[in-house]
């Protein structure tokens, strides 16, 4: 059935998961066991099988384009990664924009797919910028660099980045920031971390100082200084606290737990594995403490179940439950 168009919008992380189990598809080396794989996510909720449809909409829409329009579209994709499961995965993103975006460019899900630097689902990287600031991006993130005479800025389009902030050398000082869509989070000679959430950005400070500023008029400035954290929005910093040197572990390959929840962790885990991870409700509550790895998460859920009264359930490599151990 063909969707109504004021049909309620489908979230961005739910189109996004489809783009990537569509690239998945089209992988050279899909199985039969990551087609399973992708049914029964597509099965697990009506959003996900909407989603779905609407990335197989824009398919058939690309397929009929002239093909030198379908060139031109896909030459971005060329640019940062070679090979058609990446093309696949862009044209999942801009489908989520919607299919004026392939012509426009103006979809802020574009914008993402075509950013300067990105990293996949499971990777980090870290990359040296032109001044010498050091900028480490986590699992699935995206940012664009835009220095100028003015000021430096890095505009974090997804995910989560570290920054190590370097001095300043040019004659005329430029201030280093980090833009998202709530507001700008400028270096004061600094090391810290910012991630994008749904509505709200997240910064952490571990060395120096941050001053946050809202991105609404009037809102009022905050400065942050190195051990603390804070939310903001496009109105209001809020929920200014404590921050652990271990928030910033992902950048080793690491998650740190102190009496974490189970729920908590394994949403964690999540953000870096590809497909499915469940928690059930009667254990998301147990807290955990340890040292869990991020670039081997099959491993870190193996140590779970050893360490706490619960059961892995492997659907596919992409489906696992996380439950309740049963007696013997």
């Given amino acids: 059935m063909t969707p109504q168009l004021d049909s309620p919008p489908i979230a961005p992380a739910v189109l996004q998961r489809a783009a990537e189990w569509m690239a998945r598809l089209w992988a050279e080396d899909a199985s039969a066991a990551d087609a399973d794989a992708c049914a029964a996510w597509r099965a697990a909720h009506p959003e996900h099988e909407r989603a779905w449809a609407r990335l197989q909409r824009f398919a058939r829409q690309f397929e009929a384009l002239p ?5 031109g579209a896909l030459a971005p994709a060329r640019r940062h990664a070679a090979g058609r499961r990446r093309a696949l995965q862009l044209l999942g993103l801009i489908a989520a924009g919607g299919g004026t975006a392939l012509l426009a460019h103006e979809s802020g899900l574009w914008q993402r797919a075509a950013s300067d630097y ?5 990777e980090t990287r870290a990359i040296v910028l032109a001044d010498g600031t050091q900028v480490v991006l986590d699992t699935a993130s995206a940012i664009d660099v835009a220095y100028s005479a003015g000021e430096r800025r890095i505009v974090l389009r997804a995910g989560a980045i570290l920054v190590t902030s370097a001095h300043e050398t040019a004659p005329v000082y430029r201030p280093l920031l980090v833009a998202t869509p709530q507001g700008t ?7 810290f971390g910012v991630r994008l959430d749904a509505d709200a950005s997240k910064v952490a400070v571990f060395q120096g100082a941050v001053a946050l500023q809202p991105r609404q008029d009037g809102a009022a400035p905050v400065h942050l200084q190195a051990g603390q954290q804070a939310g903001y929005t496009r109105r209001a910093v809020q929920d200014i606290g404590k921050v652990e040197d271990s928030a910033a572990a992902w950048a080793d390959g690491r998650l740190v737990a102190e009496r974490m929840p189970l729920g908590e962790l394994l949403a964690e885990l999540g953000r870096y594995r590809h497909g499915v991870l469940r928690c059930d409700a009667s254990i998301a509550g147990l807290r955990v403490t340890g040292v869990y790895s991020l670039r081997d998460t099959d491993r870190s859920l193996a140590n779970l179940a050893l360490s706490l009264p619960v059961q892995l359930r492997y659907r596919t490599r992409y489906w696992v439950s996380v439950g309740p151990r049963q007696a013997s």
Wanted: aromatic share 0%; no cysteine.
């Fill in 67 to 71: 093909r030198e329009v379908a060139r």
């Fill in 118 to 122: 990105r990293t996949a689902v499971g």
């Fill in 185 to 191: 989070a400028t270096a004061l000679g600094t090391r």
